[in-house]
T-cell receptor, first 116, second 111 residues
Framework: GAVVSQHPSRVICKSGTSVKIECRSL??????MFWYRQFPKKSLMLMAT?????????EQGVEKDKFLINHASLTLSTLTVTSAHPEDSSFYIC????????????FGPGTRLTVL | QQQVKQSPQSLIVQKGGISIINCAYE??????FPWYQQFPGKGPALLIA?????SEKKEGRFTISFNKSAKQFSLHIMDSQPGDSATYFC??????????FGQGTELSVKP
């Protein structure tokens, strides 16, 4: 149990276009979903936390107008990178939590975004 | 302080040996300490986690040792195998809040 999927697994786009990444919890309802960014050989950097039906809470320094997060249901959250530029190229990973005493997070397989 | 400091940055171990990765924290309010394993190009996977009221937790070849007074915790991988070669992250959280990750340790197990 506790499987999280992401789609697409990799995407290449031209500078200026928008890209949507989906995160789904396949076998549980996620009370909270998280979006992370990871640079090569670096740790995970939390971008935002989202709860179903409410606005996402963004970490300091993350542009909310550039990284749009929607948490439409208890099993789906989306991250849209708007007007992507080469510096947005990165590995984006989502995680989902089903609550519980420690809000344990289960991670998706990640999405490799390359902006040309 | 919300940081979690992890060491070493990289580790090479012979097959069958013990891999040890250490983490240290400052904030005594942290109440949940998970370890994650990440293979290249994949998302992290939860390995094992511990609460501060427990000094040790073992699951198979993986053991967490927790020293509350020293504010340190460590991951021990017994009988290390080449398939264990991955990046390992420690993390900590407070009251079901966001995870604070360590810097990561790249483990290489040589056959």
């Amino acid at each position: 149990g506790a499987v999280v999927s992401q789609h697409p697994s990799r995407v290449i786009c031209k500078s200026g276009t928008s890209v949507k990444i989906e995160c789904r919890s396949l076998d549980f309802q996620a009370t909270t979903m998280f979006w992370y960014r990871q640079f090569p050989k670096k740790s995970l950097m939390l971008m935002a936390t989202s709860n179903e039906g409410s606005k996402a809470t963004y970490e300091q320094g993350v542009e909310k107008d550039k990284f749009l997060i929607n948490h439409a249901s208890l099993t789906l959250s989306t991250l849209t990178v708007t007007s992507a530029h080469p510096e947005d190229s990165s590995f984006y990973i989502c995680s989902a939590s089903r609550g519980g005493p420690y809000n344990e997070q289960f991670f998706g397989p990640g999405t490799r975004l390359t902006v040309l | 302080q919300q940081q979690v400091k992890q060491s070493p940055q990289s580790l090479i171990v012979q097959k069958g040996g013990i891999s040890i990765i250490n983490c240290a924290y400052e904030n005594t309010a942290f109440d949940y300490f998970p370890w994650y394993q990440q293979f290249p190009g994949k998302g992290p996977a939860l390995l094992i986690a511990i609460r501060p009221d427990v000094s040790e937790k073992k699951e198979g070849r993986f053991t967490i040792s927790f020293n509350k007074s020293a504010k340190q915790f460590s991951l021990h991988i017994m009988d290390s195998q080449p398939g264990d070669s991955a990046t390992y992250f420690c993390a900590a959280s407070i009251a079901r809040g966001k995870l604070i990750f360590g810097q990561g340790t790249e483990l290489s197990v040589k056959p």
